[in-house]
């Protein structure tokens, strides 16, 4: 299984990214795929997930929530992740992580998830 993830960058406060993780070696749609940050010196945060096997629950971070969008496209085996409205709060590496059995009530962290990114830089400048 490997997890690509790209799109990451630069951009001032108020801007826009996406980003996206292209999935290989894996039956894609049956896994659970989800999005986590990690600032400097701070511990790795849940931002959303989206469920897999088409029941399409998906769950978003309160501080993320009504400006970034998580989906998915089952064809192309890749899950996104549109953000909007940037702060610079939102500054971290950027991860995808997926796994085929993920309890819908832990669906936010990270011990939940066998397989990872190697991570994408956002940088939110002020």
């Known amino acids: 299984v490997q997890l690509q993830a790209c799109g990451g960058g630069l951009v001032q406060a108020g801007g826009s990214l996406r980003l996206t993780c292209a999935a290989s070696?894996?039956?894609?749609?049956?896994?659970?795929m989800a999005w986590f940050r990690q600032a400097p010196e701070k511990e790795r945060e849940f931002v959303a997930v989206i469920s897999g096997l088409g029941r399409s629950t998906i769950k978003y971070a309160d501080s993320v929530k009504g400006r970034f969008t998580i989906s998915r496209d089952n064809a192309k085996n890749s899950v996104s992740l549109q953000m909007d409205s940037l702060k610079p709060e939102d500054t971290a590496v950027y991860f995808c992580?997926?796994?085929?059995?993920?309890?819908?009530?832990?669906?936010?962290?990270?011990?939940?998830?066998?397989?990872w990114g190697q991570g994408t830089q956002v940088t939110v400048s002020s």
């Open positions: 992580a997926g796994d085929r059995n993920v309890i819908v009530s832990a669906m936010a962290m990270p011990n939940q998830y066998d397989y």
């Open positions: 070696g894996l039956a894609f749609s049956r896994y659970t």
